[in-house]
T-cell receptor
Framework: DQQVKQNSPSLSVQEGRISILNCDYT??????FLWYKKYPAEGPTFLIS?????DKNEDGRFTVFLNKSAKHLSLHIVPSQPGDSAVYFC??????????FGSGTKLNVKP | GAGVSQSPSNKVTEKGKDVELRCDPI?????LYWYRQSLGQGLEFLIY????????KSGLPSDRFSAERTGGSVSTLTIQRTQQEDSAVYLC?????????????FGSGTQLSVL
């Protein structure tokens, strides 16, 4: 039973435009969410996080939005750059124990 | 080193053999996780160690899989009698477990190929 879902396996965006990656979760107890980025042959690296007490967190070109009532979060990348091309994973946890990851979305930013 | 270290980076084995995968977490990190990523799949949780508590083994796919963490630091994931479906990238992560702003730091993984 997958508690964190990323329904889009891939996304293609033109350089300079906005990339929007989506993530849904089923467990209403989750109170902390993260996004990770993964390049081939490397481990995932942390991008940005958000606590359930917030609905938005911004860090440079990256913004994460959380809609608790819809159990949905999204990652916005503006403007998108070719170096952003990677697989993006969302993750969720309850009380900072045991992180559940989605299946990932492969982002391709075209020059 | 400063990051999570995993060894070997690549392992090719024959079906039926046992393998051991090693993870050196970041010094001082109390939590350690094992995940695996099969081809085209997401990150599948395997096992979670937190301090001196009993590990959460709920993600281990069969009794052929086991893991231990010695002295609260290095961890070894053992797969007995490997099968072809065990082929995947095995990722280890560690964290400080301090609450808000918590995040996992991943190693580069071990690519396991079972022939």
């Amino acid at each position: 039973d997958q508690q964190v879902k990323q329904n889009s396996p891939s996304l293609s965006v033109q350089e300079g435009r906005i990339s929007i990656l989506n993530c849904d979760y089923t467990n209403s107890m989750f109170d902390y969410f993260l996004w990770y980025k993964k390049y081939p042959a490397e481990g995932p690296t942390f991008l940005i996080s958000i606590s359930s007490i917030k609905d938005k967190n911004e860090d440079g070109r990256f913004t994460v939005f959380l809609n608790k009532s819809a159990k949905h979060l999204s990652l916005h990348i503006v403007p998108s750059q070719p170096g952003d091309s990677a697989v993006y994973f969302c993750a969720a946890s309850y009380n900072f124990n045991k992180f559940y990851f989605g299946s990932g979305t492969k982002l391709n930013v075209k020059p | 080193g400063a990051g999570v270290s995993q060894s070997p980076s690549n392992k090719v084995t024959e079906k039926g053999k046992d393998v051991e995968l090693r993870c050196d977490p970041i010094s001082g990190h109390t939590a350690l996780y094992w995940y695996r990523q099969s081809l085209g799949q997401g990150l599948e949780f395997l096992i979670y160690f937190q301090g001196n508590s009993a590990p959460d083994k709920s993600g281990l796919p069969s009794d052929r899989f086991s893991a231990e963490r010695t002295g609260g630091s290095v961890s070894t994931l053992t797969i007995q009698r490997t099968q072809q479906e065990d082929s995947a990238v095995y990722l280890c992560a560690s964290s400080l477990q301090t609450g808000p702003n918590e995040k996992l730091f991943f190693g580069s993984g071990t690519q396991l190929s079972v022939l």
